[in-house]
């Protein structure tokens, strides 16, 4: 049987997905952030995390962070150098020149320290909204819905949002979603994702939500 819940009380919903979460794997930022990081080395280690593993994330950002914790001393080091630091994370020399920029950007324009608005996060070459948004929540606790495949995925799946883009998602769920859970609901729903609600083949058999859910765009599940 499945858990009975409205599609809008957010509560128990959210209170089914921290029990799933707690089973799952914490995802590489989140453990810089609980380690009381830097709001810098949380919008880098993010940059690190697009199209990289968590495992090679956490280790090419410790690794980075060992020898240039902050913008000044990322600035003292050459690209080629950052590049090899944070190898073999996804597109490393791209990422490597753009943490050295930011880190320029930093210094010059905002005396070193991250921005708290998203505007300003948005100029800062590598970054997007998901980066941004994460940044926003984990290091200042400002409420901002990050938006990955995970998050875009479910709530269309679910019915909550009907959408095409993971931009036009964020704008969709935050109308719906309690501001109280932007900052958590990433978290959240990547665990789902990763270990029930996948995009291929998810365990619906196994989904708490399974009475309630219509399946969008599923085809076939376990």
Not at 88 to 110: E, M, S, V
Not at 123 to 143: F, Q
Not at 162 to 170: I, L, V
Not at 175 to 192: G, M, Q, T
Request: positive net charge; contains cysteine; proline residues 7%.
């Amino acid at each position: 049987m499945g858990i009975e819940y409205s599609s809008l009380d957010w509560d128990k919903i959210v209170n089914v997905l921290r029990m799933i979460a707690e089973k799952a794997e914490t995802p590489s930022v989140s453990i810089f952030a609980n380690r009381k990081s830097t709001p810098f080395q949380i919008l880098i280690s993010t940059i690190i995390s697009l199209r990289t593993r968590d495992p090679v994330t956490i280790e090419s950002t410790e690794r980075l962070f060992q020898k240039a914790p902050d913008p000044m001393s990322i600035l003292q080091m050459d690209t080629n150098e950052i590049a090899q630091l944070i190898y073999p994370a996804g597109f490393y020399r791209r990422k490597a020149q753009n943490i050295k920029q930011i880190a320029q950007i930093l210094l010059d324009q905002h005396e070193g320290l991250v921005p708290r608005n998203i505007e300003d996060l948005l100029v800062l070459p590598g970054v997007g909204r998901k980066t941004a948004n994460l940044t926003l929540g984990l290091s200042y606790g400002i409420p901002a819905l990050c938006v990955d495949t995970h998050v875009h995925r479910i709530p269309n799946r679910m019915g909550w949002v009907k959408t095409k883009t993971p931009e036009k998602t964020e704008f969709a769920f935050v109308k719906i979603l309690p501001k109280e859970y932007w900052i958590e609901i990433n978290e959240l729903l990547v665990a789902f994702g990763q270990t029930i609600c996948t995009p291929v083949s998810p365990k619906c058999s196994e989904c708490p939500f399974k009475e309630d859910c219509p399946r969008i765009g599923v085809d076939k599940s376990r």
